[in-house]
């Protein structure tokens, strides 16, 4: 088993968001076809809410052949994320039930002044 990558992720709130990164594996792109992913940050590791929860449902765009990962949340819904710290980890599901925490690492939400 591959123990996740480390990245910390920083995002403001009021601003859209939107980070891309590719899922490889000895230089060469995982095919992330038949996968879904999720993406939970909470202030503590066993805190019960969440600060943030992103999947491919909503806010997660998986890239097929080219293994991209692309996180995403408009303005409008950044504007109503709370600042602070926070821990997260990236998780993706193949088709067979195999889940795999790609990264994991601190999520800092950014105050935003202008309203």
């Given at each position: 088993m591959q123990a996740p990558g480390r990245l910390?992720?920083?995002l403001w709130q009021g601003a859209t968001w939107s980070y891309v990164l590719t899922w490889k594996?000895?230089?060469t792109a995982v095919?992330?076809?038949g996968y879904t992913a999720r993406l939970q940050a909470r202030e503590t590791v066993t805190d019960s809410s969440t600060?943030?929860?992103i999947s491919t449902t909503s806010g997660?765009?998986?890239g097929g052949s080219a293994g991209t990962?692309?996180?995403?949340?408009?303005?409008?819904?950044?504007?109503?994320?709370?600042?602070?710290?926070?821990?997260y980890d990236l998780e993706l599901e193949s088709a067979g039930g195999v889940v795999t925490r790609l990264l994991e690492?601190?999520?800092?939400?950014?105050?935003?002044?202008t309203r």
């Open positions: 910390d992720l920083e594996i000895a230089g095919n992330l076809g600060a943030l929860s997660i765009t998986l990962i692309t996180l995403s949340r408009s303005a409008t819904q950044t504007a109503a994320l709370t600042p602070g710290r926070y821990y690492g601190t999520l800092t939400i950014y105050a935003e002044v």
